[in-house]
């Protein structure tokens, strides 16, 4: 309901095109149905005592049309239920091809921003339906439509970001597990038609 809120404020006379609506639409509802699904699995053993929730936080500016939505949770992260699911040979030779370049880390976590940017290229999900699973890619999408936006994804020791309108992505690594996952994506929405024609 919130999120409808802000789409409401920033978009009041439903101008924003579909390219841009739908991925971003769909992107947010995936992001809540991983949370729901993945977050807190049974089978994870988690080092730190959680409550099994998730926390979901956005902003509207209507003069710069810019929307901001981040979501939180502290759940079993990307880089450890995406290394679960089932992948094709091109997610796994991406995976291998980004483990090579990083042999020799010491981290715990020095794997985890490759399988962060695997998740953003390539999506996946466990139920192998196709429209399913592809939460993270259609953020991209989004951002891409659009023309102008970031999107910045920490699941424990890894960060991936991407934006800045070059369509590529930069990846890194923390020291320590921040002991969740969190997205945050920033949209600079296109000018509404009243004022392109103005």
């Known amino acids: 309901e919130m999120l ?10 439903h101008e924003l095109p579909d390219e841009i609506a739908i991925p971003l639409n769909s992107a947010l509802s995936e992001a809540m149905v991983n949370v729901k ?31 901001n939505v981040v979501i939180y949770d502290q759940g079993a992260t990307i880089p450890l239920t ?16 980004g483990l090579a370049s990083i042999a020799g880390g010491r981290s715990p976590y020095a794997s985890d921003a490759v399988h962060i940017e695997a998740a953003m290229k390539y999506g996946n999900s466990q139920t192998d339906r196709p429209n399913r699973g592809k939460g993270l890619p259609q953020m991209q999408d989004a951002i891409d439509a659009a023309g102008n936006g970031r999107l910045f994804v920490a699941s424990r020791g890894g960060q991936y970001l991407y934006g800045d309108g070059k369509g590529v992505g930069r990846k890194a690594t923390y020291r320590h597990s921040i002991g969740g996952t969190l997205i945050e994506w920033t949209i600079q929405l296109p000018a509404r038609k009243s004022e392109e024609a103005a």
């Open 4 to 13: 409808l809120e802000l789409g409401r404020f920033i978009d009041p006379d």
């Open 37 to 67: 699904m993945h977050a807190y699995t049974g089978d994870h053993r988690f080092q730190f005592r959680h409550v099994g929730r998730w926390w979901l936080t956005g902003s509207a500016d209507r003069a710069n049309r810019v929307l």
């Open 82 to 97: 995406y290394d679960k699911l089932p992948k094709h040979r091109e997610v796994l030779e991406f995976i291998k091809g």
